[in-house]
């Protein structure tokens, strides 16, 4: 079987990406309730390289979890999204942000293989995080129906990008390859700890 990609030129195709993903910021000039809420999770490095991780574990850890796990995420994500959108409070909403980015970028290295359960709550916990920063985000005057569907569109399409490019680099390369791209995740999650 040819190969689509081999690992350099993926490995170049994300770096190209990224100046164009940095400049993403919502809320600057005029944008719509729908197309808001889309930008946000795109917009932060944090919230890209989350949710990119949540769909390569889930590719990593296949089965049901493969669908099991994104899902989980994206539901109590917009329980989070509810919440922050109210106005209520919840605590450490950054550390568990930046956190989620860490944990899953070394569970993903390490290989970690934990329960369908205990992995759904875990995802479940960093989701809430996530979901409250996007709905405390929304810009006033938005409709918080059109931008909670845009933040889930762009969640769900970032969950597929990293079960699909999980399973492209596992089938046609070496699965190792998504070991060492959740190590690139925990070290983007150290450097944004400290940053």
């Known amino acids: 079987m040819k190969r689509i990609l081999s690992a350099p030129s993926l490995v170049t195709l994300l770096f190209l990406l990224l100046p164009t993903l940095a400049q993403a910021h919502t809320g600057v000039g005029h944008t719509d309730s729908l197309s808001h809420g889309f930008l946000h999770p795109i917009g932060g490095l944090d919230h890209l390289l989350a949710m990119l991780a949540v769909g390569l574990w889930a590719a990593q850890l296949g089965g049901r979890a493969l669908w099991a796990v994104p899902t989980t995420f994206v539901s109590i994500m917009v329980l989070g999204g509810v919440l922050g959108i109210t106005g209520a409070g919840l605590p450490f909403v950054e550390q568990g942000i930046v956190g989620s980015v860490l944990i899953l970028g ?73 070991r060492w791209a959740g190590g690139a995740v925990a070290v983007a999650g150290l450097y944004l700890m400290v940053g």
Do not use: D
């Open 106 to 178: 070394v569970l993903i290295a390490a290989a970690v293989r934990l329960p369908l359960a205990a992995s759904m709550g875990l995802v479940g916990l960093f989701a809430l995080f996530h979901g409250f920063a996007h709905g405390s985000e929304m810009a006033a005057g938005s409709s918080a129906l059109s931008y909670s569907m845009g933040f889930v569109l762009a969640t769900s399409l970032l969950h597929l990008t990293g079960i699909g490019l999980g399973m492209i680099i596992q089938k046609t390369a070496r699965p190792v390859l998504v």
